[in-house]
């Protein structure tokens, strides 16, 4: 944040990356995680993905944790405001310069960059629904970037069970925690996991 090089740079960056951040959009998992809020079976999704996909598919702020924040949003780093990338991107192609805030502070897009700590909130958010879930499930992560792999341990340690989808190897493959292991495309396997676990609800 102290060189204005560096500013450039992060924009010139997410400028050239723009067009593949705004095109992508929810798949199968996503969709049927809203799936489960409708049917009130989510208390919590914590994500470390920072291309915004659960809220784009419906997943309710209030169910929501990017620990590692969302590119579908700016955030000033003086007065914490967010905002819509565009118009901020538009201004950056026309005169390559890095944004500011109506307040004058910096401008960034809203992920934790390398040396950034984690947003505390968040961080509780987190913590808290890994002390009151009754089931944990553990959604395409190798499960190695600490804090977010300790939160599925630190609800499964509570005796819940606890279930890793993935394909290849995680961290916490054979913890004595984990309940079941799926290894697999998680696109195919959750969501029909979901469809049958709603039509037996039914």
Same mark, same amino acid.
């Given at each position: ?53 659960? $809220?784009? !598919?419906? @997943?309710?702020? %209030?169910?929501? +944790?990017? &620990?590692?924040? =969302?590119? *579908? ?53 987190? $913590?808290? !629904?890994? @002390?009151?879930? %009754?089931?944990? +499930?553990? &959604?395409?992560? =190798?499960? *190695? ?58």
């Amino acid at each position: 944040m102290k060189s204005e090089a560096a500013r450039v740079e992060h924009w010139d960056y997410k400028l050239e990356a723009w067009s593949s951040i705004s095109e992508a959009q929810p798949n199968a998992v996503h969709r049927a995680i809203v799936q489960l809020e409708k049917a009130d079976k989510i208390l919590m999704v914590v994500t470390q993905n920072i291309d915004g996909l659960h $809220s784009l !598919a419906g @997943t309710s702020r %209030d169910r929501l +944790v990017e &620990l590692h924040g =969302t590119n *579908s949003l700016v955030e000033c780093q003086t007065c914490h405001r967010r905002g819509d990338p565009r118009p901020h991107l538009e201004s950056f192609r026309a005169n390559h310069r890095a944004p500011l805030c109506t307040c004058g502070g910096f401008l960034k897009f809203a992920t934790i960059s390398f040396g950034q700590t984690l947003d505390p909130d968040s961080l509780q958010r987190a $913590s808290e !629904a890994a @002390t009151r879930s %009754d089931l944990v +499930v553990a &959604l395409g992560s =190798t499960l *190695s970037v600490y804090p977010a792999s300790s939160l599925p341990l630190m609800a499964a340690q509570r005796g819940i069970p606890y279930v890793i989808i993935n394909r290849g190897v995680t961290d916490h493959d054979g913890d004595e925690s984990v309940s079941l292991r799926l290894d697999g495309d998680v696109a195919e396997i959750f969501p029909r996991a979901v469809d049958i676990a709603l039509r037996q609800k039914r």
